[in-house]
């Protein structure tokens, strides 16, 4: 429990932050987090008919949220198939490490997802846009310049 007695004010730091990711090939995604946050918060725009790859985390766990627009999430179940859901707006959907998921958009979308840091390697299964996985390295690469 914090001791309410002893915080040190010259710590906090009302600035405002935001990291615009590059233009993915199914959006964009805005980053509202730092890098050294103990969490990451994302907002992925996704455009109609686009979809993410097929994909596991190795280490990041994840919750998303379909805000706008209409999606599908395909993700493994709990015998290790694939299904589909039509994500229902303003509920939460948790992916854990090692479990297959990817996001369809039906129309254009804007989904809230939070995580663990964006640690380890996303391996992609499947990829409409011939990517590889994607590494801590790559990650951070392909955010260079970014604050």
């Avoid at 103990?38 to 990041?60: A, M």
């Avoid at 706008?68 to 299904?83: F, P, R, T, V, Y």
């Avoid at 297959?100 to 979308?109: E, G, K, M, Q, Y």
Wanted: glycine content about 6%; proline content about 5%.
């Amino acid at each position: 429990m914090i001791d309410l007695k002893n915080i040190d004010p010259s710590k906090f730091d009302n600035t405002p932050y935001v990291l615009n990711d590059t233009t993915k090939p199914w959006g964009h995604e805005i980053i509202f987090t730092k890098k050294e946050d103990p969490y990451t918060g994302k907002i992925l725009c996704v455009n109609s008919g686009k979809q993410f790859s097929l994909q596991i985390h190795d280490e990041k766990e994840e919750s998303q949220m379909l805000v706008s627009g209409e999606a599908i999430l395909i993700i493994d179940n709990n015998k290790g198939e694939q299904e589909e859901i039509k994500m229902v707006p303003f509920k939460g959907y948790k992916i854990r490490p090692g479990q297959r998921h990817r996001i369809r958009a039906v129309t254009d979308c804007a989904i809230y997802e939070v995580s663990t840091p964006e640690v380890g390697t996303t391996l992609r299964l499947e990829d409409d846009y011939h990517r590889p996985d994607q590494t801590d390295k790559l990650r951070w690469e392909e955010r260079k310049g970014l604050k």
